[in-house]
C-alpha cells in the first residue's frame, strides 16, 4: 500500500511538543502570509502591465528584465529585488510603496 506524504506528516507531527507545534503553526502562517503578499504583488503587476497594453516581452524589452522573470513575478513565485522593482514600476508609471499592514 502506497503511503501519502499527508499521512506521514502527521504522524509525525503528532509525536512533537506543543512548544514545537507552536512553532510550526507560527511559521505556516507567515510563510501563508508572504506568499499571499506575493501573489498579490504579482496579480497588482500583471493588471499595471495589461493596462499599459504590454506583453510581457515587451516589458521585458523596456526594462531589461527577462521575460521570464516577469512572468515568475506576476505568478507570485519569484523574489524580486527593490531595484527590479522599481524598474518595473518606472516603465508602467507606477510606484511602490510601503504601506501598513493590515493584521
Not at 65 to 93: D, M
Request: aromatic share 4%.
Amino acid at each position: 500500500m502506497a503511503r501519502q506524504f499527508s499521512d506521514l506528516a502527521a504522524r509525525t507531527k503528532a509525536a512533537w511538543s506543543d512548544e514545537a507545534q507552536r512553532v510550526y503553526e507560527i511559521a505556516a502562517a507567515e510563510f501563508a502570509a508572504e506568499m499571499g503578499e506575493q501573489a498579490a504583488l504579482g496579480a497588482a503587476l500583471a493588471e499595471a502591465r495589461r493596462s499599459r497594453e504590454l506583453t510581457q516581452p515587451a516589458l521585458s524589452a523596456i526594462t531589461g528584465i527577462q521575460q521570464a522573470e516577469i512572468s515568475r513575478i506576476e505568478r507570485g513565485v519569484g523574489n524580486p529585488t527593490a531595484a527590479t522593482l522599481t524598474r518595473l514600476a518606472n516603465a508602467l508609471g507606477r510606484r511602490f510603496a510601503l504601506v501598513p499592514a493590515e493584521r
